[in-house]
């Protein structure tokens, strides 16, 4: 595939992938030099660690420049390979960068625009805090695409099944950890379910940001219970030590479109239920964000089944 | 600042769990849709709404909010004054509209997530 292909591809991608930013795109362990560093060291460190360009920033990390490849070969035919890199730099006001808020739009935009093949991203104050190359934007793509939502024949065989589309394993109801029954067709009692599980999990001493995650997830997707499949369905949750597996199902109407529901914003919640702070069209995505791993599995007619995986994530300890 | 100024700020009434009142708020969000609140709500917020059903309180206690606010001098549902009580999440009530609240807040030094 060639460069131009990849990014034609992303450009398709763009609206699905809205909601990551530069910050969860971008590599964070960064090979940085100083102005005083010469050109032959940073030759050095390109080849050994296979790099194509390395940011230069000040005593305070603050960004000042960039080293290409590019300009490391005209520094070997200029004779100048012993000189500072502050001399030789690309300099600041030169750079094109990105800022860990951007989004993954603009991201990909930038590299339509600009293509150079590295963009520095930068806070606030000028400091270096990442960079993106488009193998970051690829890794980042296959990390999400976790999420899966399958519309073909093999619904079929995982929807009248209890097994986990995610790990294989049966979903043996009397071994869950939790277990509970949806049954009300009232939107006032819905997340009930969700609350008394995240009782379960706080009991179990989960740590408290990894317990949010998991109730938010759950909760999304019980409130869709009631709302969109007549408030009959099954919250199943298998916990083990460093994770939570919650299968939540229905035997529904079923979403017609998964990749539509996905889209922030859109919504088929009736409009008596948004008088209750619903229907915002934000369930699915919220559901996204928070698990690891996100499967939905729907077929019209048959119900909708949602397997979400929860890892304690580092730093939720 | 803690739940009792933002009480006395925005001169509200208290509908569930007065005692703990003296809890420290972090931070300040305020929406009428729940999935912005979980989407965006940190835990130690106080979180001031529109919403009067017992679900704000679910969403309070799945949140870790500190207290919620009631805003447009709306009654919140029986329900929800039970759901509060049982899951020990403040629950108070402000004749302001939700601008003039977070404006009122925001001025005495109260910021958002």
Redesign the interface.
């Known amino acids: 595939m060639s460069e131009l292909d990849i990014l034609n591809y992303l450009s398709e991608y763009k609206r699905i992938f809205s909601f990551m930013t530069a910050d969860e795109i971008m590599k964070k362990d960064l090979i940085t030099l100083t102005p005083e560093n010469k050109l032959s060291e940073a030759r050095v460190i390109m080849r050994d660690k296979r790099i194509s360009g390395i940011p230069i920033v000040d005593g305070e990390g603050k960004l000042v420049g960039l080293v290409s490849t590019e300009r490391i070969i005209r520094a070997l035919e200029e004779g100048v390979i012993n000189k500072k890199v502050g001399e030789y730099m690309t300099p600041l006001d030169k750079i094109i960068y990105l800022e860990p808020n951007d989004t993954f739009e603009k991201v990909v935009e930038t590299f339509e625009k600009y293509k150079y093949g590295r963009y520095p991203v930068i806070d606030k104050k000028g400091k270096l805090v990442g960079l993106i190359t488009k193998h970051d934007i690829l890794r980042a793509i296959l990390r999400r695409l976790h999420s899966i939502y399958i519309h073909d024949k093999r619904r079929e065989a995982f929807l009248s099944k209890e097994v986990s589309i995610l790990t294989g394993e049966e979903f043996i109801e009397n071994r869950a950890s939790f277990k509970y029954e949806i049954n009300t067709s009232s ?6 379910g ?2 008394f599980l ?1 009782k379960v999990l706080e009991k179990r001493n989960y740590p ?2 990894f317990i ?1 995650r998991v ?2 997830g759950t ?2 997707a019980e ?1 869709n219970v009631v709302i969109h499949a007549g408030g009959k369905g099954l919250i199943l949750a298998f916990f083990d030590e460093n994770s939570v597996v919650v299968l939540v199902r229905d035997w529904g109407p079923g979403i017609e479109d998964v990749d539509l529901a996905m889209k922030e914003g859109y919504t088929t919640a009736p409009d008596y239920i948004r008088e ?3 229907g ?4 699915l ?2 559901m996204r ?1 928070v698990a690891d791993r996100l499967i939905i599995l729907s077929q019209v007619g048959k119900g909708t089944k949602v397997e979400m995986v929860f890892n304690i994530r580092e730093g939720e300890s | 600042m803690t739940l009792a100024e933002i009480r006395d700020i925005l001169e509200a009434k208290v509908y569930a769990c007065e005692e703990l009142l003296d809890k420290e708020v972090k931070y300040g969000c305020a929406s009428d849709m729940i999935s912005d609140i979980l989407a965006f709500a940190t835990p130690g917020s106080v979180l001031l709404t529109g919403i009067v059903s017992p679900q704000i309180v679910k969403v309070g206690k799945i949140l870790d909010l500190a207290g919620i606010v009631i805003v447009r001098g709306k009654e919140p549902l029986p329900e929800t004054v039970d759901k509060a009580k049982e899951e020990n999440i403040p629950l108070l009530k402000t004749r302001y509209f939700l601008f003039d609240a977070c404006g009122k807040l925001y001025e005495r030094g109260l910021r958002g997530v």
């Open positions: 939107i006032m009692e819905a997340g009930e969700t609350t995240k408290k940001p949010r109730s938010v909760y999304e409130v209750f702070g619903f915002a069209g934000m369930g995505p919220n964000r």
